[in-house]
């Protein structure tokens, strides 16, 4: 990974980034590193966000094991009941 001062940026800075890797451009400065992983962080700081949006949207989350329990049902139950019409 080489990190460069924003100053610094030149055609051979892209040059070498489109050779080795890809050009990430922050206000601060420049961070030359593979197209793969800068996806990967972005994609992963973008579901982090989402996944946070989410929660607070909806609350209090709860796991359906906690449900059964306090409803006092199995999944047997929820599999005999059949399918279900919503109208």
């Given at each position: 990974m080489?990190?460069?001062a924003i100053n610094d940026?030149?055609?051979?800075?892209f040059e070498n980034a489109r050779k080795n890797g890809a050009v990430a451009i922050t206000?601060?400065?420049?961070?030359i590193i593979p197209w793969e992983t800068y996806a990967e962080i972005t994609e992963d700081a973008e579901l982090g966000r989402?996944?946070?949006?989410?929660?607070a949207r909806q609350g209090k989350r709860f796991m359906l094991e906690e449900v059964e329990k306090e409803l006092g049902i199995t999944q047997e139950d929820i599999?005999?009941?059949?399918?279900?019409?919503f109208v």
């Open positions: 080489q990190a460069v940026i030149s055609a051979e800075v206000g601060t400065g420049c961070v989402l996944i946070e949006e989410r929660e599999e005999a009941a059949g399918e279900v019409e």
